[in-house]
């Protein structure tokens, strides 16, 4: 009898813990389908909410393409609410963010999206949409230290390297040198300029323990800065490129964090310089 009773115990000691671990593991799985829907779905309506500020763009340019011939380069610009005098075909959506400095794209690939501008607070899109609310993929931004208006200078622009491929997650595709040679060339309009680059550096660097600190290389370069930069992109690259940088060519780097390795701080970067 007491050898029943114990075994009955032990018996219902044992389903007690199966049964907490799978109220556990229910939890988890619960817990996970919820975070992936979120993070999915949010993502789905950030690339619509791109797909619209795009729209205002091709709205803008459709409209100076039939105003272009009778009108000059200074036509072409308008003065904003707060006083800037930007491109026409950028007024709409900056009226909607005056953090907005720009466009970037790469032809062939998912990269397509504003890039916003806080000299104030480098990171303050880190992990804000483009208006302003919580989102994990964050907004490109750009350096602090660069300066758009003025021509001449290395603009560095961030972003998330995304699991389900948005935001910065393509320029990892770099690595592959045949990547490289069927998308050569970047596109990056300011709101005060229209700008093409040609790449002419990819490559991945540590940033704990590389030595070089490519991200402080923004703004106006002098000579021995610029070539001291040029010279150590072009040595960490895995391949050779068609083209070359030299002093005063004007520069845009792209920086995210690379998926390789175990330990913190591994980056991938692209650099290109301008070609019109």
Known sequence: MKDN???KKKSSGKDVILNVLLVMFLCIFIFSAVYLFNYYYKSYKNEKKV?????LITKNETKEGEEKASESDADLYIVTSDGKRILKKYKDIYELNHDFIGWLKIDGTAIDYPVVYTPEDEQ?????DFEKNYL????LFLSAKSVPEKPGNNMIIYGHNMKNGTMFSDVLSYKDESFYKTHKYIDFGTIY?????EVVAAFKINVNN???DYYNHSGVLSEEEFNNYIENCSKLSEYQFDSKAKYNDELITLSTCDSYGSHEGNRFVVVAKKIK
């Open 5 to 7: 009773i114990k075994k």
């Open 51 to 55: 797909d619209h500020l795009h729209d």
């Open 124 to 128: 303050e899109y880190l992990r804000l």
């Open 136 to 139: 994990i993929a964050g907004t």
């Open 193 to 197: 300029f229209e700008n093409k680059y």
């Open 210 to 212: 590389d030595g070089f």
